[in-house]
């Protein structure tokens, strides 16, 4: 009988390859590979006009991650069918954080799906923006005294428009998308510089209630 | 109904009965009887659903009473065998072998009160919680205010009033 | 019969490569030689439950291990109502099941009456029943056509959400909330009907009635969705009673189990309905969608029924003391009630305080999600994982609460 251990997938074994410019690359297939160079701010760097033009655009076609995490999560349904059609707007969700703009926190977070939003958030691309629904983002709401949730969504990412109620209804939700919209045309929604530039502050608070911290500080 | 208890208070050493509906009795036993007594129900009376196993902390009496409830599907009846089990070591014997859905009762169990179940499977795993460092969060003693206050940042200016004085004051304050 | 047979015979794979047991019956899983892969579905969700994560092992594309997480949504609700009255509990413990919360509502406000010997008045009684079966339609009008939605047919979800956004709109109009209504409060109800509430709510269920039609044809009588569906995720009938299988699940098993004829509460005695019991047992992911087909049709039957046969006006709130300190006798009690995915249960302990000692709940996804789906993931397919998942209707609000 073949041994188990024996027994090595070749496609999975580690080797070596040639990359574009003649250099040696050698790849382990079964390790992760990721960047963990810390976040940079970033300054516009075009003129004025193009830079506007650029805002327009990323207003037009905000691309939510789909990743519902409370009890808010139950009006995105209606948001994304045809009574409130929020495609409508350009709004869209998509499956990865690698294709979104737009992270929904919606409604309390616990200490448990936090370290997952946190994760998820670091690894969309710049320019992202944070959205947080229903008085729980914004001040614990019914759980404040809760162990387990956590009180304020802003000090652990920066949050760039928030929607209030218990839970926001569709329609103020749109609501919401619209005032985001005016703020990225407006070139005021910065959440991500902000997250580069306190980025010790927002790791100290993370890693204060996060207690086995078991990813890497930064990554994506 | 009647005959069933009077069955169980032949072969178990039974401390207490209380009827609550005529479909649910709650019956004290002993520590060591309480598994005995729920396989008792389970095979020779039919109860063959477990509901639930779930505890109250008593802490002014120095016990958790841990309950079994166990339903009919002939009688419609629900009998929930109750125990009382010392708080400081809390310890019980594990019921996953009757049903297999009792594992999970007693995975929550022993993270939010601490009872142990020696011989549970995959007991010792977190369920609900990640990485918690604290007395078990659902323990009396444990103030769950306190402990947001001081990990969570609590937003500067949010009131919480007692709603019996609060609604006198503001609506009937010369009463 | 030879038909079936044959189509088995062509699934079956050489397993020799596949993990053995060891003596004692333990899967040998070595993830180090590379023929496994761990893949973490969720918790991001899949489907429309809520945030849950299963932990897969895979051999190729078939499952061999499977764990269930569940913690993401985790609020510690049974600890802060030891610093609630039982009054203030009211408004928090509608959140425990987010689509389907006046079941919550019935069974904290049972187990208070019948703690504390409150008599509720009839006309309550029948608005109580109407506002619960309301909430099983709409929760089925989003969970029935997701079933479809698992393997890619999303268009019935859309259809469903917007019906369900309908019923949502006479909540609203009833209750002023479309999601958390605490409409059936301790002693009674809320408030009475507003004027034309039945012919809209009649009108409603005329929608309803069409979309069932609809429904059937683009999803129960889809090829891909039998072909995917008969005998995927099959539940033997000999584990309900070892899982604690409730409701929809264990009806599609061939077991009738509804706690409405079972223990009848509220006024479910007068009423004349059958549930839906799939006498063959067939108990796959198809059967069970259609059991669900038919707890919607008779729903629809059923809240006509309720109208038809309720008293015009009536008492709403039966005579409870002052609620701001109402203080409960010691005692413990459990309360059941049938929610759209089965037995759904309170355990309630009071001791003679303002506040609750403790409050418990029992839902059905706790077992169902748990145990039977970690046991019903083991040799399925990785496309069929949320499927699965799906069709046992998990919500796993109310398995962390
Ligand atoms: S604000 Fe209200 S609806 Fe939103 S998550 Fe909190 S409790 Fe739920």
């Known amino acids: ?57 990323r207003a037009e076609s905000i691309w939510v991650l789909g990743f519902g995490t409370g009890c808010g999560s ?61 008085s729980c983002t914004i001040n614990g709401g019914m759980y404040f005294d809760s162990y387990n949730t956590i009180n304020r969504l802003d000090k652990y990412m920066p949050v760039d428009v928030y929607v209030a109620g218990c839970m926001p209804r569709p329609e103020a939700i749109l609501a919401g998308f619209e005032a985001l919209k005016k703020r990225i045309k407006a070139g005021k929604a910065e959440g991500a510089n902000l997250y580069a530039e306190n980025f010790e502050t927002y790791k100290a608070n993370q890693k204060k209630i996060i207690r086995d911290w078991n990813m890497p500080d930064y990554n994506w | 109904m009647e005959k069933i208890i009077q069955h169980l208070q032949g072969a178990f050493d039974v401390k207490a009965v209380k009827k609550q509906r005529n479909d649910l009795y709650f019956v004290t036993v002993g520590k060591d009887q309480a598994i005995p007594a729920v396989t008792y129900l389970r095979d020779a009376e039919g109860f063959s659903h477990l509901v639930m196993i779930t505890v109250a902390d008593w802490m002014e009496k120095g016990v958790f009473e841990l309950n079994y409830i166990v339903h009919n599907y002939q009688l419609h009846a629900d009998i929930s065998i109750c125990t009382n089990i010392d708080r400081e070591e809390a310890t019980m014997h594990s019921a996953h072998h009757l049903w297999e859905q009792a594992w999970t009762y007693q995975r929550e169990l022993k993270e939010m009160y601490g009872i142990e179940f020696p011989g549970s499977p995959r007991v010792d795993e977190s369920f609900n919680l990640e990485g918690w460092d604290n007395i078990p969060p659902m323990r009396r003693e444990f103030d769950t205010l306190k402990y947001a206050n001081e990990t969570f940042f609590p937003r500067p200016g949010r009131v919480s009033h007692d709603p019996a004085t609060y609604m006198k004051q503001k609506l009937y304050p010369n009463e | ?159 469903g959400v917007y ?42 269920l005329d929608d309803i009635d069409d979309f069932l039609i609809r429904l059937k044809r683009l999803v129960i009588d889809n090829a891909v969705f039998k072909k995917r569906s008969i005998g995927t995720g099959y539940i033997n009938p000999s584990w309900v009673d070892k899982y604690g299988i409730v409701g929809p699940n264990a009806r599609a098993a061939g077991y009738k189990r509804d706690v409405r004829k079972d223990n009848p509460y509220l006024i479910y005695d007068q009423l004349d309905f059958e549930p839906y019991v799939d006498n063959e047992a067939a108990s796959d992911i198809f059967s069970r969608t259609w059991v669900r087909f038919m707890d919607l ?105």
């Open chain 3, 1 to 159: 019969m030879s038909n079936s047979n044959n189509h088995k015979l062509l699934i079956k794979t050489d397993r020799s490569s596949y993990p053995q047991p060891d003596e004692s019956g333990k899967l040998q899983v070595d993830l180090d030689s590379g023929k496994y892969v761990k893949v973490w579905h969720g918790p991001n969700h899949p489907g429309v439950t809520g945030n849950m994560s299963l932990e897969l092992t895979l051999c190729g594309d078939e499952v061999v291990e499977a764990k269930t997480h569940v913690g993401y949504l985790h609020r510690g609700f049974e600890k802060i109502f030891e610093r609630r009255t039982w009054m203030q509990c009211f408004p928090t413990v509608v959140r425990m099941c987010v689509p389907e919360p006046d079941s919550n509502e019935y069974n904290l406000a049972a187990s208070m009456e019948e703690l504390s010997n409150v008599e509720v008045p009839e006309y309550a009684q029948w608005m109580r029943t109407l506002v619960l079966e309301m909430a099983r339609i709409s929760n089925l009008l989003r969970l029935l056509p997701a079933h479809g939605g698992t393997m890619g047919l999303g268009l019935g979800v859309q259809w």
């Open chain 3, 297 to 401: 049709k008779y729903g629809v039957e059923m809240i006509r029924q309720i109208l038809d046969k309720m008293p015009n006006d009536g008492e709403i709130l039966g005579k409870i003391p002052n609620a701001l300190n109402w203080k409960i006798p010691t005692g413990q009690t459990y309360v059941r009630s049938e929610s759209s995915r089965g037995e759904y249960g309170f355990f309630a302990v009071a001791d003679g305080s303002e506040y609750p000692r403790r409050i418990n709940l029992r839902g059905p996804s706790y077992t169902h999600a748990i145990a039977l789906l970690e046991k019903l993931l083991v040799n399925a397919n990785i496309s069929d994982v949320s499927a699965i998942m799906v069709s046992l209707a998990t919500c796993p609000p109310e398995i962390e609460r």
């Open chain 1, 1 to 57: 009988m073949e041994d188990k251990k024996t027994f090595i997938d070749p496609d999975l074994t580690k080797r070596t390859v040639i990359g574009p410019n003649g250099e040696d690359i050698t790849v382990d297939p079964i390790q992760d590979y990721f960047c963990d160079a810390l976040p940079k701010k970033h300054e516009p760097k075009r003129a004025k006009i193009f830079e506007n033009f650029f805002n327009w655009a």
């Open chain 1, 74 to 134: 139950i009006e995105l349904y209606p948001l994304l069918t045809p009574r409130f059609d929020a495609y409508r707007f350009g709004v869209q969700m998509r499956p990865t954080p690698r294709q979104a703009n737009l992270m929904i926190i919606s409604g309390y977070l616990s200490v448990k799906t936090l370290k997952r939003a946190i994760r998820s958030y670091e690894q969309m691309q710049n320019p992202k923006f944070v959205m947080a629904l229903g």
């Open chain 3, 163 to 204: 019906l369900r956004d309908l019923i949502l709109d006479r909540f609203e109009e009833l209750t002023g909330a479309r999601i958390y209504h605490m409409y059936i409060i301790p002693g009674g109800v809320r408030g009475k009907m507003p004027d034309g509430f039945k012919k809209r709510l009649i009108s409603n």
